[in-house]
C-alpha cells in the first residue's frame, strides 16, 4: 500500500485542517510480561498443543494472517505536534512516497 508523505487532516490542537507530515512508527519499546504471556510467547514460538508451528508460520500454512496493523503518526506541519490514527489499517507492506 503506498501513502502520499503529506496529507490534509484535521489537527486537534489548532482546531483546524492542516497538512500534516506522514511518519510510520516501526515497534515500540516492550514492557515486561507476565509469566503467562511468556509461556504462552514460548508455546508459539517453539510449537505446543494446538499450534504445531511458530505463529507466522502457522498462519502462513493456513494461508491466513499475512498482512498487519501498521502505526501512522500525523505531524502538524503548524503547531509541530504529533497526532495518532485511532486504528491502524492492515497491509502487507506499507510504502510512503
Ligand atoms: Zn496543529
Redesign the pocket.
Same mark, same amino acid.
Given at each position: 500500500m503506498k501513502l502520499p508523505t503529506q496529507v490534509k487532516r484535521y *489537527?486537534p490542537?489548532?482546531k483546524m485542517h492542516?497538512l500534516?507530515k506522514v511518519i510510520q512508527v516501526k515497534g515500540g519499546q516492550r514492557g515486561t510480561l507476565t509469566a503467562g504471556s511468556r509461556r504462552k510467547g514460548w508455546n508459539l514460538k517453539h510449537g505446543y498443543g494446538s499450534t504445531p508451528y511458530p505463529m507466522f508460520e502457522h498462519a502462513k500454512r493456513l494461508g491466513i494472517k499475512q498482512s498487519k496493523r501498521y502505526d501512522l503518526r500525523y505531524k *502538524?506541519t /503548524? *503547531?509541530? /505536534?504529533m497526532t495518532t490514527q485511532s486504528r491502524g489499517n492492515k497491509a502487507k507492506k506499507v510504502e510512503i512516497k
Open positions: *489537527c490542537y489548532c492542516t500534516q *502538524c /503548524k *503547531c509541530n /505536534k
